[in-house]
């Protein structure tokens, strides 16, 4: 798939056909009915659109008539969840599904998606808004596994823990604070682990959607990790309960 659209029109027909788009980029200055319906499709679609110069549309333009307007295509597929449940379905396997709370930085998200092939999750989802989407740059960091692991793009994270857990899974989120320490704590059976953005950990809808918050134990002197390193951290012990027991 071409990762760029040109102009007024095409982009307008892509949103209208509900193509995956990652970001609308408009020139400064552009107006008329053709930018406003633009604007109010990317809202309807929850698409993140932005105001930059013109100099820069010229200098990514293919086609040097992009009227003002250049969207940018996922590069690569997303599934839907329930893709990734069907999944695990078939496996014979318990749901073993990663949910990242806007994760932006595209070497954390290509790591995790790294992480959750080698740790034989289902699928990962990420939100729609505030995160990075699958790029080229995220599938380098993944060393391919992109093509492999399903990743889904949702609109709602909290909206979308519901429907999981009306799946039969059970909600588990890493957090500081956690009441239990995650290799004592039994994630053998449907589940989902939560990771928080790399600042703020997860937002408050979020962590309310949990049903348990599991903690690093650390040092004195280190508050916390890397998101992708604590996600890697607990997903192998979500894999070594689920081959050997949680003792």
Avoid at 176 to 195: C, F, H, R
Wanted: overall charge neutral.
């Amino acid at each position: 798939m071409n990762d760029k659209i040109e102009g007024r029109n095409p982009v307008i027909e892509a949103l209208r056909a509900g193509q995956e788009l990652n970001k609308i980029m408009i020139a400064e200055g552009a107006k008329g009915a053709p930018i406003n319906t633009i604007i109010d499709l990317a809202n309807e679609n929850r698409i993140l659109y932005e105001r930059v110069p013109k100099i820069k549309l010229d200098k990514m333009s293919e086609t040097n008539n992009h009227q003002g307007v250049i969207a940018l295509g996922a590069v690569f597929k997303y599934y839907e969840l329930d893709y990734i449940l069907e999944t695990a379905k078939k496996r014979g396997e318990d749901p073993f599904v990663i949910v990242l709370d806007e994760i932006k930085d595209p070497y954390n998200l290509g790591s995790i998606i790294r992480t959750a092939g080698a740790v034989g999750a289902h699928g990962v989802i990420i939100p729609k808004r505030r995160s990075a989407a699958l790029t080229p740059l995220v599938a380098k960091a993944s060393a391919g596994a992109v093509e492999y692991v399903p990743v889904a793009r949702v609109v709602n994270i909290p909206k979308t823990l519901d429907e999981l857990k009306e799946n039969g899974l059970w909600i588990f989120g890493a957090d500081v604070e956690g009441q239990d320490v995650y290799y004592d704590t039994d994630m053998k059976g449907p589940m989902a682990l939560v990771i928080g953005s790399e600042g703020k950990g997860m937002n408050r809808l979020v962590k309310e959607k949990c049903d348990i918050l599991v903690r690093i134990s650390m040092n004195y002197g280190v508050s916390s990790l890397n998101a992708a390193v604590a996600c890697a951290v607990i997903a192998y012990e979500i894999r070594r309960q689920r081959e050997h027991g949680s003792n």
